[in-house]
């Protein structure tokens, strides 16, 4: 048996030698290999790493090991952590522990927080993760700005921006003015402007100071249609606490822009007792009157005080597209109608007339002008600066006096006539694919249909069939299931009935029933799915445009009386009353219109 003899003495290398040669002849051919192939340095980064430090952190501290902070809460308890972790994560604790006298503290007392609030934070400290309440979110908000945690006061921000609504914005807003906190409110200011109508239905406003309520009403973007609700709103502040309040009423009437009210609302106004005790509320009514003496007078004429400026409602605006026909000329005019300050503009017109065609508005931007005289579409974006109507794909079917009504991002058109024959078909297009396809037919025939959409459902109301007999039926579509079902009938025959939506309500609005036109209106209410009759409208109205806009029904236009032309009757169902509003000025027979977002050339 041969022993292994030793390299030294003589001459013969170990295994260890050996493998050490190889190893290192090795690498060299893998750094020429390398560098044949130009390999280039790469970075890497292990995503977890920062995730696995915090919670074996966070497992020590759990285990009290290596702890080296403690503190005392307000109810004494004690919440332990490492002073390296704290400060890192926050201003607080680094100015804390800067100090000489509490970085060798054994414990230190925080008296502004309770234990349940500081561990939670401390937790967010080694974990980035933290659940809000309804009952924390407020100490949190607070807490978290004395440590300077920016995220959970970011988040606490976030969490409250949520939760606004009518009945909690006014105290969110009080909170964060007191505590000093912008954003939240500036959020809260801006939720109560764009939801005036309805916080001041409920009595959580009567508790703003006079200062508060003052800014409030001042605001150009104040969210209201009518400036009667502006003074009425103040009208129930004062008498909330009337011997305490009642003798700032001029500094809140200073705000009210009496000049915009409606002249038979200014009638009611001039007979307010606390207006006509008071020498400086009865000169802002003088105010106003002489300034409806003068536009009865000049029309155009609008003096440049706030007083008689209109408000603006912010971005959120919604101004109604009417459309025109003219006697002469077969092009379609169109015009930007502003109901509250009654400004009508010029807006991009349709080269032929579609007097007959069915109207629809997709995301309050995209209106679509459906047939009318043949299987055409054209659209119109509303949001453009220089908008323009432009062709679409056209239908499947040559539909004539047809119904039109929107579901989500899909165009209907319902019935209508085909040459001499009545249709019961419906088509669809869906602007994502940008076709026309066939859906389930109603249940009979129906021309110069309304159409309305209620419940996530598109409701076929009356018309009449191809042999002429006039229909009080009413059906609706499923899209889910593709599939018609009918409903209770109206209680008279409608065709050309305009159709609106209000308030989870459906309203069939005038038409005609086989032996005369129509100015009756009827309400279906889901719910108990029964009609019931509302007042009549002041004129007969065939095929007219309805829309619904701030908490009203406008219905305008039509086809039947050529007095119509320039009218829009108002419904308000509150009161269940009309109103009719005569416009300043014409451009051809107006027969229907639709709400879309204030356009960005509309005049302010």
Known sequence: MCPVLSAKNHGVMSVKEMDTIQASSCENNLKEVLKSNECEPAHFKNNSHSVRILEDLQSLRKNEVLCD???????????????????????YFRAMFSSFDESNKDIIRIRELNSTTLQLLVDYIYTGEIMF???????????????????????????????????????????????????????????IKQNFLEVIKGDEYLSLSCEDLGKLISCNDLA???????????????????????????????????????????????????????????????EAMRFHLKKSVQQFIMPKTISCTP??????QKVILMFNESDTFPKCYTEWYDPVTNIRENAPGINDCRRLAGLGVIRDKFVFAVSGISKSVFMLDVSLKSPSWVPMANML???????????????????????????????????SIQKWQMVSSMSIKRITVGVGVLNNHLYAVGGYNSSEKNLKSVEYYDPTLDAWTAVTDMFVCRQGAGVGVLDGLMYAIGGYNGHEWLKSVEVYRPSDGVWTAVADMEICR??????????????????????????VEIYNPNSNTWTMERLSRNVGRIYSGVVVDRPPNFIN
């Open 224 to 286: 209201v249609p009518f400036e009667e609700k502006v003074f009425d709103c103040v009208i129930k502040w004062v008498r909330h606490d009337l011997d305490q309040r009642k003798n700032v009423l001029p500094q809140l009437m200073e705000h009210v822009r009496l000049p915009l009210l409606r002249p038979d609302i200014l009638d009611n106004v001039v007979e307010e007792p606390l207006l006509n005790n008071c020498s400086k509320c009865r000169d802002y009514v003088f």
């Open 542 to 567: 065939f095929r007219p445009g309805v829309v619904a806009l701030n908490g009203l029904l406008y219905v305008i236009g039509g086809e039947y009386d050529k007095s119509m032309k320039d009218t």
């Open 133 to 191: 309440t309804q009952e924390n979110v407020q100490v949190l908000l607070l807490a978290s700005n004395v440590l300077q945690l920016d995220f959970v006061n970011r988040a606490c921000v976030e969490f409250l921006q949520k939760q606004l609504d009518v009945s909690n914005c006014i105290y969110i807003k009080k909170f964060a003015d007191l505590h000093n906190c912008t954003e939240l409110m500036s959020s809260s200011e801006a939720y």
């Open 311 to 316: 408000r603006q409602f912010g971005g959120s």
């Open 69 to 91: 902070a403690r503190f005392e809460a307000d109810d004494g308890k004690i919440v332990i952590g490492h002073k390296n972790v704290l400060i890192a994560a926050s201003p």
């Open 397 to 431: 079917v040559n539909r004539n006096r047809l119904g039109v009504g929107v579901l989500g991002d899909s165009i209907y058109a319902v019935g209508g006539l085909d040459d001499n024959s009545g249709l019961d078909s419906v088509e669809v297009f869906d602007v």
